[in-house]
């Protein structure tokens, strides 16, 4: 929703983040602090912190960069390359290392190995669109799900968490 504020036209591209510190979510309320800091003349740097009702320290969880995005749209062409990956199995090599996905979780609808990286259509469940969101947690959260495809060797073998990401379109 920040990105609503600063980019008018919701071409928005995240680039250059790092994830500090996980969030974890439990029952008790979890207040979030962003900050957006000027730091080209179109982009602007941002963190994102946590803090929990018990306690009075903020945790710093999430930097990076916001830029309006210049870039042309990608033509459909690119989306025939790379070798595809069946969803159904790629969700049950999650299961196999005790990651559950429910349902409104699983939002990758294709999925496709590129060799240095993965591509990946995502969409979420009609129910969950809400205005508050440009970027939907499930929405991200997939993204984040898809990269595991970049790494087929050890997909359903290993858990790696990432820990940043070059950029976000």
Request: proline share 4%; charged share 20%; with cysteine.
């Amino acid at each position: 929703a920040a990105s609503q504020k600063i980019f008018t036209d919701n071409l928005a591209i995240i680039q250059n983040v790092s994830i500090h510190q996980s969030l974890l979510l439990s029952q008790s309320p979890t207040t979030l602090q962003i900050i957006f800091k000027p730091k080209k003349p179109s982009g602007y740097g941002f963190e994102i912190f946590s803090s929990d009702s018990s306690q009075d320290n903020w945790i710093l969880n999430v930097s990076g960069e916001m830029n309006k995005n210049l870039a042309p749209r990608r033509k459909d062409a690119e989306e025939d390359r790379g070798e595809s990956v069946a969803i159904s199995r790629f969700y049950e090599l999650y299961q196999q290392m005790g990651i559950s996905y429910g349902k409104e979780f699983q939002a990758i609808q294709e999925l496709r190995y590129l060799g240095n990286g993965s591509q990946a259509k995502i969409s979420i469940d009609r129910s969950l669109v809400n205005q508050r969101y440009s970027l939907h947690p499930v929405l991200l959260d997939a993204c984040l799900q898809s990269i595991g495809a970049a790494f087929p060797e050890i997909h359903g073998k290993e858990l790696h968490l990432p820990y940043g990401f070059s950029s976000l379109e």
